[in-house]
């Protein structure tokens, strides 16, 4: 019977483990630019605020980039849209957990003013 109620205990503590962490929601912004610009202005203001880009793919609109320094944030970013108009969407994680969406803000008005938007 004690074997019976410790499996049972195992398994009710393991069940707990398995659930994810709930995903904060992307931080998205639309420009009135093509794809392609809106991504290679995400990879400069990425790049001059101290991140390394280590995966970028400008078919799928993706690329992913790390803070070089403590602490290390991992940055996301979706980039969507035809002809002269783009959706970009960052996600940022430290540790494998979501950052609230607020701390990429101000690289989103860099990109802005990357992309002449703000001139």
Known sequence: MSRLVSALLLALLLTGCATSPPREAPRELDFPFAPEATL???????????????HADADLGRLEAVFSRWPGYR???EVSGEGEQSRVSLIATRG???????TLDRLL???????????
């Open 109 to 119: 008005v860099e990109m802005q003013g990357r992309l002449g938007m703000w001139r």
């Open 40 to 54: 290679r202005a995400s990879a400069q203001v990425l790049m001059a605020n101290g991140y390394v880009v280590r």
């Open 96 to 102: 494998g957990r979501p950052l609230p969406p607020q």
């Open 75 to 77: 940055v996301l970013v």
